[in-house]
């Protein structure tokens, strides 16, 4: 592949960042990672010193605060990390010439509840949470320095690292549930698109080898279903021997609101970078990976 130069990724300890670097090994890519080991986000001028002293031509934020309830009552933690340290990154990145790739969220959606097609780029926003909304002034503020900016939403992540913070993810946590109690209940009236964190780490690398033109991409495997569709779909691909009911959100009340619809088009990025795999082929290579089939 074309070599975009050297890659920069910040939240390289997450299931996405670990995933790119691997990736970018794989394909022989130079490329470094930092966490928060290496720099805290939240501090602008440590962050900035940091960029400053850094050799990287392509930087990549996979940085998130994404524990969506718990950002509920930390906002200003979550404007921190998911918009302002973004905006610190982008104006880095313009005064250098080099290009940010920043990963946002579906949760910039939800606030339409009659949506029933996949949602496109050009769509307005509408978050129903801090999370959502914090991540969607991180897409705003990267485009102010007026650099190459692109903007990769993603959706329902699932890497073999497990999410960073959370201790895993939604399919482990359905396979260990579902050992453990032989019956799910999971919501059914909340509709996604899941995402392999393996998926996005090439698609970043084709994105950038093909030179995709700075702008927002839905960076997502192809299809939607719900969560309870989706757990249907692991415990049986994997194996598990459980039962799967459905509820309704009302019936699973969290203290951060979860979007009704925040499935994902993904032909704009498909146009750049070929054939998207459906999530359910993404979800079987996941388990194959980690073992389970």
Partial sequence: MRNPGKLLVLGAHGQLGGDLLDAAAAAGVPAQGAGRAEVDVTDRAALRAFLDGAAFDVLVNATSYHKTDEVEGNPALAMDVNAHAPAVMAEACAERGAR????????????????????????????????????????????????????????????????????????????????????????????MSPTATAFIARAILAFLDREGAPGVYHCVNTGAVSWHGFAEAIVRLAGVPATVAGCSTAEWPTPARRPAWSALANGKLAAVVGPIPDWETALADYLAAKGYR
Avoid at 118 to 144: C, H, I, Q
Avoid at 145 to 165: E, H, I, K, Q, Y
């Fill in 100 to 191: 940010f790739l920043h990963v946002s969220t579906d949760y910039v959606f939800g606030g339409d509840r009659d949506r029933k097609t996949p949602l496109l780029e050009t769509d307005s926003p509408a978050p129903v949470n801090v999370y959502g909304l914090s991540k969607l002034f991180g897409e705003t503020l990267s485009g102010l320095p007026g650099g190459d900016v692109t903007v990769f939403r993603v959706a329902s992540l699932f890497g073999v690292r497990g999410a960073s913070g959370k201790g895993g993810n939604f399919v482990e946590t359905m396979i260990r549930f579902g050992r453990e109690k032989g019956a799910l209940k999971v919501v059914n009236d909340q509709v």
